[in-house]
């Protein structure tokens, strides 16, 4: 695989539940994103990741909470979501330093019910 | 604190004309990056075009080009020759030069395009 993989493509949660989406870079980038897209608002960044370190924290809720055990790999642990939460969730990476491009991946479209 | 504004929510083209997708920015920077992404029914984004603000030639990308205006904080994307592929939204986005924290972007709210054949 090549570029920006994230999974699953679509997920439907109620507010109870807890669950993980996951983004995987084959680019060999160092920096690593987490957006929210909502229905008419422009894209939020939410978390940055620069080697490892999470290096932005964009005012996020705590029902959100990234993990990045590696400079290849991002996951974005859900629990106790509320239903303003649904939204498409798009994951980035990008060579730190070069003020390069992002590569983004198709996004995680999520519900929350 | 930075902030991108696209005023054109939608906008149509005939295929085979030309369009212009307008942005305009807020910021106090001097040194920065401007782009315009893609974003296709298909949901994954990807870049156009992008415009180093130290630079005063327009970016030119095939069919794709700029209009920087740095004294105006306009950053316009111009499309010939407008094809069926070209239907997506378009997103303008500002990055700040030399951020320690990663190179964070700040998105306009996207014009949504939509090529008639």
């Known amino acids: 695989e090549t570029g920006v993989t994230q999974t699953p493509r679509h997920l439907v949660m109620g507010m109870t539940n807890k669950k993980s989406l996951k983004c995987e870079q084959h680019l060999g980038h160092n920096a690593m994103y987490w957006y929210k897209q909502s229905a008419k608002k422009p894209l939020e960044l939410m978390f940055v990741y620069n080697f490892k370190e999470q290096t932005e924290n964009n005012s996020v809720p705590s029902r959100f909470s990234p993990e990045c055990p590696n400079s290849s790999h991002l996951f974005l642990h859900l629990h106790t979501l509320q239903p303003e939460d649904s939204a498409l969730y798009l994951c980035?990476?990008?060579?730190?330093?070069?003020?390069?491009?992002?590569?983004f991946g198709p996004g995680t479209r999520l519900t929350v019910l | 604190a930075q902030t991108v504004t696209q005023s054109q929510p939608e906008m149509s083209v005939q295929e085979a004309e030309t369009v212009t997708l307008s942005c305009t920015y807020d910021?106090?920077?001097?040194?920065?990056?401007l782009f315009w992404y893609k974003q296709p029914p298909s949901r994954q984004m990807i870049l156009v075009i992008r415009q180093e603000a130290y630079k005063q030639q327009n970016a030119t990308e095939n069919r794709f080009s700029v209009n920087f205006q740095k004294a105006a904080k306009s950053f316009s994307l111009k499309i010939s020759d407008s094809q069926l592929g070209d239907t997506a939204m378009y997103f303008c986005a500002f990055m700040k030069h030399g951020s320690n924290a990663g190179n964070m972007l700040t998105f306009g709210g996207g014009t949504r395009l939509m090529v008639k054949p």
């Open positions: 980035a990476s990008s060579q730190r330093g070069l003020e390069d491009e992002q590569f």
């Open positions: 910021t106090s920077e001097n040194n920065y990056y």
